[in-house]
């Protein structure tokens, strides 16, 4: 049985046969050769090599690069949330489109170098009219989580009882179910968190990695494998709760460190293009920078375990959960089109909270942690966009003991309602919008004033009262 298909279909015009494939000039290419080749291709061209990853193009991707391009197989070592997962899957696309193996092969041989006994047999027998099939690049990406009950069973694989039925001799080859390894071979195989695999099913990698072939209990047979490994790795499972052993890290050509996204700007581009935000809510900017600017105080805070790390799930989750606020409140007060505001960040603390390891000492604080993160998180926010601003007709408004109404239930309406005609709004809007009209909805400007409400409150400018889900500005 071969590996699972992606459901693309091979072009009309590739060979079927094994006379039409020599017919054609192919050029047979090791998996480590095509990746090598396809690499150096997009490096000469300018095409995006490891697209959708951010932050890793001068630390990261330069480590990675040399690592392919000299043929070695890799560990990733980062904390989690850091992409190691999304920045593997990313090397399968440098695979060749196409790559043609033997029909029917459990294993993905190559018609020119079958290597199982039944691919040889039928290469024997049927020369040049072996029939071949396509290998689309996508189908040639595996990975496997290495949990502890993984055995070698599921890796390099075992033998298969059905078979043994039908009537084969227990030393029959082709009496073995083939594992995941061989049958991702001809392309790349994953292993995630390998520290959790017990030590014992890491010394079936051994020969995989070194010597290129498999062993099952105790068989006579070698299977050259071409393929490339690539495994992931916690930092502290890595050294602590599980390692891996020291002949298999050996055998790794290299390891690569990975980090979280080095500054703010690359921390709001991840967040843009990891939230599942399409066709849905309005998120402005300045909210997408404070829960970024949030999600980078929290991993500094002394307060949590910096040896667990913060995710960047955590801050997708955090604008995730900001934006279907703003659509509950659209669909509770009939507004047309949900725009997030402020009043949409402090649930978020409740979703979080779980996706963070506190120190010991802060047993029963988490929360309170978090929220005061999050506070800081807006005023650094509203100093760097709305420092400069002038602020006085705002202020005014509350100089007679005035106050305006919002939270989670208030629509945009009401609360630009409450507010009034308010001058200056437009420059107040042009801040918090660089991109021209982009803010031109009542949505927009009453996310905008809100932000500049709860700025001047967090800045002791203004005193605020909250009664569920009902915040009162005022002098």
Known sequence: MPAPTSGHTPPT????????LRASDHAHRTVKGEVRANLLHRMRSGEPRFPGIVGFDDTVLPRLERALLAGHDSVLLGERGQGKTRLIRTIAGLLDEWTPVVAGCPINDHPYAPVCVRCRRLADDAGDSLAITWWHRDDRYGEKLATPDTGVGDLIGDIDPVRLAEGRSLGDPETVHYGLVPRFNRGVFCLNELPDLAARIQVALLNVLEERDVQIRGYALRLPLDVLLVASANPEDYTNRGRIITPLKDRFGAEIRTHYPPDLDHEVALIRQEADLDGGPTVPGHLLDIVARFTRLVR???S???????????????IETAAASAVRRAALSGEEHAVARVCDLPPIVDTLQGKVEFEVGEEGREAEVLAHLLRRATAETFRQTLGGADLTALTDLFAEGGTVESGELVSSADLLQGVGPLPGLADLIARLSPEEGAGETPGFAASAVEFALEGLYLNRRLSKDTVRDRT???T
């Open 300 to 302: 500094d805070s002394a």
């Open 13 to 20: 015009r590739l060979p079927t046969t094994l006379g039409a």
């Open 304 to 318: 949590v375990d910096d040896r667990s790390g913060v995710s960047a799930r955590f801050a997708i989750a955090g």
């Open 472 to 474: 009162v500005y005022r």
